[in-house]
């Protein structure tokens, strides 16, 4: 299934993204033109399945996997800064963790996740 948007230009979080669902929304964003951040559990076997998630994602642009807790909202404040410093604005954060409550969702105006959690990832 294709992304029925060009998504150029567009820096996509995925947070979980280092498992089949976060692995398969990465794909089809980055087929859409989004380059592609991934978070995974800290640990050297998160880091090498994150690593093979974003080796098999379309090249030509500066995808990146990065160590980061849902639970640990330093880590996420500390993501958000190195995002906006290696990409500026964080424009379509998504979680795919099952930990996340459901009601996560993604503002394409605001480019802000509706998740408690995700708000360490809130600029106001």
Sequence with gaps: MAYPKDLSGTVALIVGGA???????????????????????????????????????????????YPADVVDSASLVALRGEIERRYGRLRMPISTRSTTPSSTACSRSTGVASSPRSAALRRS
Excluded: C, K, N, S
């Design 19 to 65: 498992g089949a669902i976060g692995a398969a929304t990465g794909r089809m964003l980055a087929e859409a033109g989004a380059t592609i951040v991934v978070t995974h559990m800290p640990g050297a076997e998160f880091e090498r399945a994150a690593a093979e998630v974003i080796g098999r994602l379309p090249g030509g642009r500066d995808h990146a996997a």
